[in-house]
């Protein structure tokens, strides 16, 4: 489990990064460039080099690894749990995020998935039939109960750091908002007394569209109705607080709705997700960073913001956007060569924009 004084210890080790690099999370730190492990082929080759990556990015400053148990057939989460152990760094000084909620295969996909997911989760009664939202996602208690023991084993921890619920809005393609709601809190039940047994230190939700999106998109799930059904999940499950801390969403210069649309509901009217989410206390990990390596190309972001910022590449200027919005406490970039991994570390040395800066790439 990572821990409070692991994490600053971490920091100090680092002093090569800029300033605002390292960012507080709970009662630690962790790096505002975080690893993300979901591209690439299900083969060994690129086990291997996740797991060189993975081990040379938590020992060169990078604290923060990203995964899910469906990314690459379970392939990623095992090599991030073979790299932590070959790792001469503390375990307890990364933080280590995972997600339940697509169908994992095991290692390969198999020749018939819909009976592979019968055999494995409906006719063993972890989860059933009509659970499933187009036959590849379920959120249910007992579903998601069962894949978190899997990670675990996966990624050979006695507890995860920080576990999402992933993509919920994919329920409502066969369920009605309120009922996706009133499924999120069961679940967020069972995840708060999975921190109280200590398996887990925090959770959230990890979405693609549900928190960048305007309230009438049919994707759309309200942060603020997120945190009500998580106060109400602690008190089910008497829980001293709750334990949901935390928010997963694409941002970048591209994609920056969940900095400009007004999705959420507050004291104060609506509110952006970034906003929103930092005003609550939640702390908000960005993914899509660098557009899936479309931001690492010369042009690709438009001349008025790219001379805002600092960086060699433009793939260290796109980094430095994403990290650069007000709330961002990481932001997620995928890389399974060390060649990569290293320019994305270098983002780190410089400073990101200001809140004025940024502010201004919007006028």
């Known amino acids: 489990m990572v821990t409070k004084e692991a994490t600053w210890a971490y920091r100090n080790e680092f002093p090569e990064f800029a300033r605002t690099y390292f ?36 020992e060169h400053g990078i604290n923060v690894v990203d995964t899910a148990i469906n990314y690459r057939h379970q392939r ?4 991030v749990g073979r790299a932590l152990e070959a790792a001469r760094t503390d375990r307890e000084a990364v933080m280590v995020a ?6 994992p295969f095991d290692g390969e996909r198999p020749d018939d998935p819909g009976a592979y997911i019968r055999e494995e989760y409906v006719d063993s009664g972890i989860a059933e039939s ?3 939202a187009r036959n590849v996602h379920c959120i249910a208690p007992d579903y998601i109960d069962d894949q978190l023991d899997r990670s675990l084993e996966n990624l050979a921890l006695d507890c995860v750091d920080l576990y999402y619920v992933h993509n919920p809005e994919t329920q409502l393609e066969t369920n009605s908002r309120e009922d ?3 499924q999120l809190e069961a679940t967020f039940t069972r995840l708060e007394e999975r921190a109280a047994a200590g398996d887990i230190r925090h959770y959230g939700v990890a979405t693609w569209q549900a928190l960048r999106v305007a309230p009438d998109h049919d994707q759309h799930l309200s942060l603020s109705e997120l945190v009500d059904r998580a106060r109400s999940a602690s008190d089910a499950a008497g829980t001293e607080a ?11 210069v591209h994609m920056a709705d969940a900095f400009t649309v007004a999705a959420h509901d507050s004291v104060e009217g609506p509110q952006s997700a970034l906003r929103f989410a930092h005003e609550s206390g939640l702390s908000a990990f960005t993914s ?16 008025a913001v790219d001379e805002r910022l600092a960086g060699d590449t433009p793939a260290q200027r796109a980094i430095n956007f994403a990290r650069s919005a007000p709330g961002v406490t990481c932001s997620l970039v995928g890389a399974s ?27």
């Open 23 to 58: 960012r507080r999370f709970g009662e630690g730190v962790v790096s505002s460039v975080g690893l993300g492990t979901y591209l690439g082929d299900p083969t060994d080759a690129v086990d291997e080099r996740y797991e060189e990556t993975v081990r040379r990015a938590v």
């Open 76 to 79: 990623s989460e095992r090599a």
């Open 98 to 103: 995972t997600k339940g909620g697509f169908v």
């Open 130 to 132: 009509s659970a499933f």
């Open 180 to 182: 996706v709601y009133d």
């Open 242 to 252: 709750t334990h949901f801390r935390a928010v997963q969403l694409p941002f970048n």
């Open 288 to 303: 899509a960073s660098i557009g899936q390596g479309e931001l690492a190309q010369e042009g690709a972001i438009p001349d």
């Open 337 to 363: 060569s060390v060649d990569h991994l290293d320019e994305n570390l270098a983002a780190g040395t410089f400073e990101p924009m200001g809140a004025n800066a940024f502010d201004e790439t919007f006028e």
